[in-house]
């Protein structure tokens, strides 16, 4: 069974950052593609990034798109999420997730329609006041 666990949630000003951390507990941790999701109140989990088990492919959400940057270190079976320039849209409780996968990286797109087959965290909450 695979454990992740996130830190580096917070409260932050609009225009501000954050990076969050992913600590997982696989030994094969370089053969899991990782992602981020995020859940906002009343609204459903969507996906926000994603990155390949050898970290040389990503792929983006479009509303994240040059002010996120997904990076891992598979040395210490970490996942991280630097996010600059922060909206209060951007609130939500953030979720990291990870599994093998077969075909292309974006078939991560819909892991939240079948949350049972992957492996989550337990999410860390991030507000962005305005």
């Known amino acids: 069974q695979v454990q992740l666990v996130e830190s580096g949630g917070g409260l932050v000003q609009a225009g501000g950052s954050l990076r969050l951390s992913c600590a997982a507990s696989?030994?094969?941790?370089?053969?899991?593609?990782m992602g981020w999701f995020r859940q906002a109140p009343g609204k459903e989990r969507e996906f926000v990034v994603a990155?390949?088990?050898?970290?040389?492919?990503?792929l983006y959400a479009d509303s994240v798109k040059g002010r996120f940057t997904i990076s891992r270190d598979n040395t210490k079976n970490t996942v991280y999420l630097q996010m600059n320039s922060l909206k209060p849209e951007d609130t939500a409780v953030y979720y990291c997730a990870g599994d093998r996968i077969r075909g292309p990286l974006s078939v991560i797109r819909s892991w939240p329609l079948s949350p049972e087959s992957h492996y989550w965290g337990q999410g860390t909450q991030v507000t962005v006041s305005s």
């Open positions: 696989e030994r094969t941790f370089s053969s899991y593609c």
């Open positions: 990155i390949s088990g050898s970290g040389g492919t990503t």
